[in-house]
């Protein structure tokens, strides 16, 4: 139930192409799903984010889209380039404690390699 | 405007001692949360702290772990008398009440030796 799981383990994709990352959680109650880049040996940033009233959002090259029926969730990287080479988590808030933001579950994330 | 700071980055333990990780967390930010991660998986929640009060610490081990977040100074995540296993990078996360974002710091390193 606490789970989400995110795919593939890794990616390859060629400059100018979409990277598309998915991750699949059982828990309804989950209320906001953000993705995090992490370079090797830097913390997560955070990259977007989504509620699940809202079926896709879109922030400049990185769009998430958002299946609540399917409980499926997704970032589209369009237009990939090199700098984009990190790996990315998906994640998904647990709120117990009436706080916005209570404890992240995140996926095991995937590693993005964009060649040039 | 100084994101979250942890400190020290790096840390070298021999089994049996203690570590003390640090985190200072956004200006203005009243919630502290810290994750491990260990070499090739994701983060995993441990704690979530508010000013002087532990709001749920059901991803810590119940033994040699414990965390605090006093009134002034920064967190802290202790570890006593570690094992390799111990071995990961420990992030902290910070937001502000009632937002959604969490924003993360840099990192410690734990190596046990």
């Known amino acids: 139930q606490q789970q989400v799981k995110q795919s593939p383990q890794s990616l390859i994709v060629q400059k100018g192409g979409i990277s598309i990352i998915n991750c699949a959680y059982e828990n309804t109650a989950f209320d906001y799903f953000p993705w995090y880049q992490q370079f090797p040996g830097k913390g997560p940033a955070l990259l977007i984010a989504?509620?699940?009233?809202?079926s896709e959002k879109k922030e400049g090259r990185f769009t998430i889209s958002f299946n609540k029926s399917a409980k499926q969730f997704s970032l589209h990287i369009m237009d990939s380039q090199p700098g984009d080479s990190a790996t990315y988590f998906c994640a998904a808030n647990v709120p117990e404690y009436g706080g916005a933001t209570n404890k992240l579950i995140f996926g095991t994330g995937t590693l993005l390699a964009v060649q040039p | 405007n100084a994101g979250v700071m942890q400190n020290p980055r790096h840390l070298v333990r021999r089994r049996g001692q203690e570590a003390r990780l640090r985190c200072s967390p956004v200006k203005g930010h009243s919630h502290v949360y810290w994750y491990r991660q260990l070499p090739e998986e994701g983060l995993k929640f441990m704690v979530y702290l508010q000013k002087e009060n532990i709001i749920d610490e059901s991803g810590m081990p119940k033994e040699r772990f414990s965390a605090e977040f006093p009134k002034e100074g920064p967190s802290i995540l202790r570890i006593q008398q570690v094992v390799r296993g111990d071995s990961a990078a420990y992030f902290c996360?910070?937001?502000?009440?009632?937002?959604?974002?969490?924003?993360f710091g840099p990192g410690t390193r734990l190596t046990v030796l």
């Open positions: 996360a910070s937001s502000p009440p009632f937002r959604d974002t969490q924003y």
């Open positions: 989504i509620r699940p009233d809202v």
